[in-house]
């Protein structure tokens, strides 16, 4: 799954620690979604959309096999 998460951090001026700290995750679980090595459960997805105030469509996107 790809994701935004990077690019809409950066464009609100938050590291991973403060995105982590407003969601209530570790900032290494940020750090895994943003690799793409850790994909967010629903609840997750939307408290992220939530900060960004994009949809979870807007952040991450389905890759195809």
Same mark, same amino acid.
């Given at each position: 799954? &790809?994701?935004?998460?990077? =690019?809409?951090?950066?464009? &609100?001026?938050?590291?991973?620690? &403060?995105?982590?700290?407003? =969601?209530? *995750? #570790?900032?290494?679980?940020?750090?895994?979604?943003?690799?793409?090595?850790?994909?967010? #459960?629903?609840?997750?997805?939307?408290?992220? #959309?939530?900060?960004?105030? &994009?949809? *979870?469509?807007? $952040?991450?996107? $389905?890759?195809?096999?």
């Amino acid at each position: 799954m &790809k994701n935004k998460l990077k =690019i809409e951090r950066a464009i &609100k001026d938050l590291t991973q620690e &403060k995105l982590a700290e407003m =969601i209530g *995750v #570790s900032r290494q679980t940020i750090n895994s979604i943003e690799k793409g090595r850790y994909i967010p #459960s629903t609840t997750l997805a939307l408290k992220i #959309s939530e900060v960004f105030e &994009k949809t *979870v469509n807007e $952040l991450f996107e $389905l890759e195809e096999e």
